[in-house]
């Protein structure tokens, strides 16, 4: 089985704008969370889709959304970008129980 | 809610030595237990886990953790390490019952193996 798939690798923004990161899961794997890696605060939990509804959420203001497709495909979007937001966007996609990552969106906002 | 301390942030073994990467979780609720590693510009790769069943869990690579429920506990052990073990590694805990797609993470163990 192919693994979790990220796009793009590496992604470069200004503050202000705003930037969609898709991933890929598994094939059969029906949830999908995302995690925000940044040095300071480390691995957070930003929120986890199943079948095409938002299932649990981290606490991270309303500028971050997803929303996942009848595939399984998800997106995240963030909007409004601040210098804050440069971190490594993790996507792992479930078995019944454990996570599989994919190697991430590195996105810097300068 | 559930919280995961790694006690240590930085640990710098010499090559075939023994290596202990010590875990501390709190919660109120069941839980699993995983210890994930992270290689340089890579996602995280699942090394080991418990559900339950026995307290002693291995990696094929040589890893090992043993899950002590009293002390809440979840320490990494290898009896040798190599240089390529060197990498950060992750602890982190789910609770248990279904509730398992979202994982707490500890701040990481960066461990660098030298020659």
């Known amino acids: 089985k192919a693994g979790v798939t990220q796009t793009p690798r590496y992604l470069i923004k200004t503050r202000g704008q705003q930037v969609t990161l898709s991933c890929s899961p598994i094939?059969?794997?029906?949830?999908v969370s995302w995690y925000q890696q940044t040095p300071g605060q480390g691995l957070q939990f930003l929120f986890e889709y199943f079948s095409e509804t938002q299932r649990n959420k981290g606490n991270f203001p309303g500028r971050f959304s997803g929303r996942q497709f009848s595939n399984s495909r998800s997106e995240m979007n963030v909007s409004t970008l601040e210098l804050g937001d440069s971190a490594l966007y993790l996507c792992a996609s479930s078995a019944v129980y454990e996570q599989f990552f994919g190697p991430g969106t590195r996105l810097t906002v300068l | 809610a559930q919280s995961v301390t790694q006690l240590d942030s930085q640990v710098p073994v010499f090559e075939e030595a023994p290596v202990e990467l010590r875990c501390n979780y709190s919660?109120?609720?069941?839980?699993?237990l995983f210890w994930y590693v992270q290689y340089p510009n890579q996602g995280l790769q699942l090394l080991l886990k418990y559900l339950s069943g026995s307290t002693l869990v291995e990696s094929i690579n040589g890893f090992e953790a043993e899950f002590n429920k009293s002390q809440t506990s979840f320490h990494l052990r290898k009896p040798s390490v190599h240089i390529s073990d060197t990498a950060e590694y992750f602890c982190?805990?789910?609770?248990?019952?279904?509730?398992?797609?979202?994982?707490?993470f500890g701040k990481g163990t960066l461990l660098t193996v030298n020659p």
């Open positions: 919660s109120s609720v069941s839980v699993y």
């Open positions: 982190a805990v789910s609770a248990g019952g279904g509730s398992n797609y979202k994982l707490t």
């Open positions: 094939s059969g794997h029906r949830s």
